[in-house]
Structure formats: structure tokens, C-alpha cells
């Protein structure tokens, strides 16, 4: 068990190259990961049951200390990338389907993978952890609401479908997930410890079958979705990080918005565009988790240097002269 525990911990760490790999697999050799289509819907509900498995009340007592830091929270990422996601497709004119994959995977709650990202960037780790846990609990109303809003000038789009869609994918496997915490106590932990091990496994399955699926259409007009996904996070990342400091958080929360806005639950957007709209919509949401996950990681790095920088400032001012 302590080497499978540490294998998990050793894809956790490397995610984002496992995903990148994959996806360049799955465009070059289609064939072997096309089967796998049907597998998008089942294996995300099977993450978010691995997020229920951790839930604890802890994770929300950081709601009941610092309500308004955790409502920003949540509001700047239903507000921020939504909003950039239907701004780029209005200035780059973009066809029907890349423009609901584009607003789709803006309307995601938060990314489980920002928690490590805010981790290894020295942020606030608690508010990372709440405004995650909160975005995804409202992520049934509020994601299909904000794709009917935003999304039906390119193509209908039913509410309803969506909302019962994310609940069966998101809501559902939590609570289940939570339940089995609940009832199982100590015997989960073993569970715990390989968990990232299925999410990596998870994930990068989803990635495969949805670049497999849209070989085709990525070869036609996958540079000009990579460029609109690099500006979506990138843009997510910048005004979240203003946004908390226009209502002077810390730096370490701010760094926790800047990751916590600018990193979508990708996957949660690949199923939905799979289920309600057609693979090419789905495109956008399997480059955004290859392209989170590396900025991401080189964010939290700067943003770790950041930290370094401010002890050192701090150590020689306390110094005599």
C-alpha cells in the first residue's frame, strides 16, 4: 500500500505531464483512445466522489471565519471567466461549436488542481480549499443558468438537461462521497492515499477521448483554440490576482484567487460538451486541462519566489545595522 500511496503522489506531482503526453498520443494515434467516449461521464463522477472522500467540516469552517474573502472568492470566478470566456468569442468571431466550448468550460466551477497549485505557491490554502468546495456545490444552478445566458446566441442550449446532467456528475458523487466518510471513518484512508492516483488516471482518460474523438477538427483549428484557452486562463489568473488586491487581501490570498479563478474543472466542461453539445465543443475543455496544469505549475513557482523574496525583505529589515 505505501508504494501505491507513493506513486499517487508522484502523478499527482507530475499531472500536467501525463495529460500533455496523452493528449499528443490520442491526436497522433486516435484509434487507440476513441472507444473511450463513454467512459468521460462515469470516470468524472468518479473524481468528484474522490472529492467527497476528503471533504471534511474543517475545510468549511474558513467560510464561517472569513465569509466575504470566500464570497469574492465565489463570485469573481462566476463572474470573471464567464464574462472573458464570451468577450473572446465576440473579438475572435468564433464558429458555433468553439464558442459553446469556450463559454462552457468558463462557466466550470473551480479546478481541484488549483488546491495544489495555491499549496506550492505558499497561498492561503484554506480559502483555496472553500472557494473550491463552494463553486462546485453551486456549480448545478449556476453553470447551467450563466451557458443558458451566455451561450444560446450560438446554439440552444437546454437549462434543465444541464442542471440534472451536473448534478448526476457532480452533485450526486460528493455527497455519496461524503456519506461513505461519514459512515466508513478510518477505513477510507487508505482510499484517500491513492486518490490521486485515479484522478490523474481519471482525467487523462477524459483528455484522450475528447482530443480522439476531435482529431480531425483539432488538426483544423486547434491553434486558434489553444491561443483563445492560454488567453482565458491567463486573463483569470491576472484579474483575479487585481481583484483581491483591489479589496487588499494578503498575498497570500491573493495568490489563492489568481489560481482559484484562472483554473476551471476542465473535465466537468469536456463531459458536458460531450453530452449536450458534440465533440468539437468538448475541445476546448480537454486544452484548457493540459494548459491549466502547465501554467499553473509555472505560476505557483513564481509565486513561491514571490514568498521567498518578501522573508528575505523581512529578515534584513529586522536585522541591526
Same mark, same amino acid.
Not at 178 to 198: F, N, Y
Given at each position: ?38 467512459? @468521460? ?92 468546495? @463552494? ?69 487523462? @482518460? ?116
Amino acid at each position: 500500500m505505501r508504494a501505491l500511496a507513493a506513486l499517487s503522489r508522484f502523478v499527482g506531482n507530475t499531472f500536467a505531464y501525463w495529460v500533455l503526453i496523452f493528449a499528443v498520443v490520442a491526436f497522433l494515434q486516435p484509434s487507440w483512445f476513441i472507444g473511450l467516449k463513454g467512459a @468521460i461521464v462515469p470516470l468524472l463522477g468518479l473524481v468528484m466522489f474522490g472529492m467527497g472522500l476528503t471533504l471534511k467540516l474543517a475545510d468549511f469552517a474558513e467560510v464561517a471565519r472569513h465569509p466575504g474573502r470566500v464570497a469574492l472568492g465565489v463570485i469573481a470566478q462566476f463572474v470573471i471567466m464567464p464574462s472573458v470566456a464570451w468577450l473572446l468569442c465576440q473579438v475572435f468571431n468564433l464558429p458555433a461549436e468553439i464558442a459553446v466550448g469556450v463559454i462552457l468550460v468558463g462557466c466550470c466551477p473551480s479546478g481541484t488542481s488549483s488546491n495544489v497549485m495555491t499549496w506550492l505557491g505558499r497561498g492561503d490554502l484554506a480559502l483555496s480549499v472553500a472557494i473550491s468546495s @463552494i463553486t462546485t456545490l453551486l456549480a448545478p444552478l449556476l453553470t447551467p443558468a450563466l451557458i443558458w445566458l451566455l451561450a444560446s446566441a450560438w446554439l440552444p442550449v437546454s437549462f434543465m438537461e444541464l442542471f440534472w446532467s451536473i448534478l448526476q456528475m457532480v452533485l450526486l458523487p460528493i455527497v455519496l462521497g461524503v456519506l461513505a466518510q461519514r459512515l466508513l471513518g478510518e477505513r477510507v484512508r487508505h482510499a484517500v492515499e491513492v486518490l490521486p492516483l485515479i484522478s490523474v488516471v481519471s482525467i487523462v @482518460i477524459i483528455v484522450a477521448a475528447v482530443v480522439a474523438a476531435s482529431q480531425a477538427k483539432i488538426a483544423e483549428s486547434g491553434l486558434l483554440i489553444m491561443a483563445i484557452v492560454m488567453l482565458h486562463n491567463s486573463f483569470g489568473y491576472l484579474l483575479g490576482y487585481l481583484t483581491a488586491r483591489a479589496f487588499r487581501l494578503s498575498l497570500p490570498q491573493r495568490k489563492s484567487l489568481a489560481l482559484e479563478v484562472g483554473m476551471q474543472n476542465s473535465g466537468l466542461g469536456a463531459a458536458l460538451a460531450s453530452a449536450h453539445f458534440s465533440p468539437l465543443a468538448a475541445v476546448p475543455s480537454a486544452l484548457f486541462s493540459v494548459w491549466h496544469n502547465i501554467s499553473g505549475a509555472l505560476l505557483s513557482t513564481y509565486f513561491r519566489r514571490m514568498s521567498e523574496k518578501e522573508d528575505r525583505d523581512l529578515l534584513a529589515q529586522s536585522r541591526p545595522d
